[in-house]
């Protein structure tokens, strides 16, 4: 090799570098955010399936119908924010935070039609619709928004 075509490669190198670092910053980032979207998701399913777990037990022993219970919404919020606690450091919000912001709707029986997602419910269901804003450092290194909220809509019903 000669020695001008070393310094074209050294100068080529030394240009795409900062390109390729970008990417791979970018690409990580991304993969990040898809799994705390996936722990989001999963924290609010289990929140709604934990208080469409709550029946309304008296209701239940002298009818045989399931109604949830009056508290079902609380109890969903609660087990959200308990299920974010676990991610808290990603997020931008404390889990008691996102957790309040949620939007949840119980449809103590069924049918129901839900106004916001337009989903038919059969059985008593808890929805769960939520934004919860995430920090993405690496974005803001890019010179991109450094929060970005991902969005969540879940329903569990009573069986």
Known sequence: MRSDERGSIAVTVALLLPLLLTTLVGVVQLGALRVIAAKIASAADLAT???AD???EQQL???GVLR???DAAAIA???FALNLAQIAPHLAVSPEGAASDADVMVFPTGPAQDPLTGWRYERPTVRLAAAVPVRAPAFAMLFL???TVVNV???SAAQ
């Open 49 to 51: 399936l934990a208080a």
């Open 77 to 79: 919020r609660h087990y």
């Open 61 to 63: 022993t002298e009818s």
């Open 68 to 70: 949830l219970a009056p």
């Open 153 to 155: 809509r879940v329903a």
């Open 145 to 147: 928004p450094a929060i």
């Open 54 to 56: 709550d029946q309304d």
